[in-house]
């Protein structure tokens, strides 16, 4: 039987991204459809995010700020860590790192 997990994402990204990046994530994520991302959210307090949003880093510093949270199956969790991240890497605000938050990365 499997199981799923809570998944979330953060993620800044450079404000010169490609228009046709912004709508991958776009269908990726749900955002902007108004539907969400992996399910009706009832398994989730809150339900499921998925919010895009052009954010002010610091005076004239401009960025995209992603945050996705929703369920993932225990069966697809490899798949989705092996090509989610280096697929978002290359338009990261910051050097990425990814693991478990228990660790205290931020």
């Given amino acids: 039987m499997s199981r799923h997990y809570e998944w979330t994402l953060s993620l800044r990204f450079r404000v010169e991204v490609p ?12 955002i902007g459809s108004g539907a969400a991302p992996d399910g009706d959210g009832s398994e989730l307090p809150g339900g499921p995010v998925a919010n895009l949003v052009v954010q002010e880093l610091a005076a004239s510093t401009w960025l995209w700020g992603l945050c996705v949270r929703t369920m993932v199956l225990d069966d697809a969790m490899y798949e989705l860590m092996l090509t989610v ?3 978002l890497a290359r338009w990261s605000g910051r050097p990425l790192r990814a693991g478990p938050a228990s660790r205290g990365r931020n």
């Fill in 85 to 87: 991240p280096p697929r």
């Fill in 19 to 30: 228009e046709a990046f912004l709508e991958e994530l776009g269908a990726d994520f749900g």
